[in-house]
């Protein structure tokens, strides 16, 4: 069964920093767009950045402060996160969806559960 897995959340002091992973198993996503998504509360989810054929897009809400990576060898992507601010508090996701899937999140087609990050003011 295919399956994305997000890791790495937490509590983090404004102005740090974090990292988190997406890895998947059960099948190769090599060839997927993989996307980070995330969803504060009481607000709709919101695009933050994608890597598609080794090309990084980026929201812009959080560009300049992120960056996105890819470990073949460990089917897993990264999303480091940078200069943290509090409104980056959220659930943040990961995505893998076909080659057209970018900002939008109704083309992923398989999504993680979901890992917290509470950035502290």
């Known amino acids: 069964q295919a399956q994305l897995v997000e890791s790495g959340g937490g509590l983090v002091p404004a102005g740090g920093s974090t990292r988190l992973s997406c890895t998947s198993s059960g099948r190769t996503f090599s060839t997927y767009v993989i996307g980070w998504f995330r969803q504060a509360p009481g607000k709709e989810r919101e695009f933050v950045g994608a890597m598609s054929g080794g090309v990084s897009y980026y929201g812009d809400s959080v560009k300049g402060r992120i960056t996105i990576s890819r470990d073949s060898d460990k089917n897993t992507v990264y999303l480091q996160m940078n200069n943290l601010k509090p409104e980056d508090t959220a659930v943040y996701y990961c995505?893998?969806?076909?080659?057209?899937?970018?900002?939008?999140?109704?083309?992923?087609?398989?999504w993680g559960q979901g890992t917290q990050v509470f950035v502290s003011s």
């Open positions: 995505a893998a969806g076909g080659p057209y899937a970018l900002s939008s999140d109704s083309a992923y087609e398989y």
